[in-house]
């Protein structure tokens, strides 16, 4: 009997997995997820879902690998060898603030493999977020940023931004507006440097 033709408006199965392992995972995290629901949420049965992920550790780094694959990509896009520090900036804020909108699930899954060490994608996500923050870093400091202040503001916008997307209704309220454009043009375009203290002399030894 013929193997049923896919549609080319069906999305293939490892990408229906993938979105629903992403859903699933972001909001119960690794070992509140099994894989029948995963495959069910998909529209499969789990003895399927095997037959591309044979474990759910598997499953859940592709997910992971797969978020990380697609924001590197949108770095790499924003990049153009003609921008301004104002332009690549934007650009930059725009591509990550639309994948966060996005793609929440992601967001979840890499806040809680971050700050948890026992999870499986722990060491993927910190080895990912360290080469990220380097793409970014030098994507900035190529335009024209501090080169002793991008890494230190990048990591304030990006976990910011993090925290305030993967923690959802709790995040929106804390935040209440979203100021990362803002808060990127003040740290990396224009940041003000205080003037360093001068060092109070020691104090003199008491006779």
């Known amino acids: 009997m013929a193997r049923p033709t896919r549609s080319e408006n069906e999305t293939p199965t490892t990408d229906r997995l993938l979105d629903a392992a992403e859903r699933l995972f972001g909001a119960a995290g690794f070992h509140g997820v099994a894989l029948a629901d995963v495959a069910a949420n998909a529209g499969i049965r789990r003895p399927s879902l095997l037959y591309h992920f044979e474990t759910k550790e598997v499953l859940y780094l592709a997910v992971l690998e797969r978020g990380f694959r697609e924001i590197r990509g949108l770095v ?85 931004h993090l925290v305030r997307t993967a923690a959802g209704e709790v995040g929106e309220r804390l935040w209440r507006e979203d100021h990362t454009r803002e808060l990127a043009h003040r740290l990396l375009v224009a940041p003000e440097v205080p003037a360093t203290a001068p060092t109070p002399a020691p104090a003199k030894p008491k006779r």
């Open 76 to 160: 790499m896009a924003s990049v153009r060898l003609d921008d301004t520090l104002d332009d690549r900036v934007d650009r930059l804020v725009d591509q990550l603030v639309d994948f966060a909108a996005r793609r929440r699930g992601v967001l979840e899954m890499v806040l809680r493999a971050l700050v948890t060490r026992d999870d499986p994608g722990h060491a993927l996500t910190s080895e990912e977020l360290a080469g990220l923050i380097g793409a970014l870093e030098m994507a900035v400091v190529s335009a024209g940023a501090s080169p002793s202040l991008a890494r230190g503001a990048l990591l304030q916008i990006v976990s910011a």
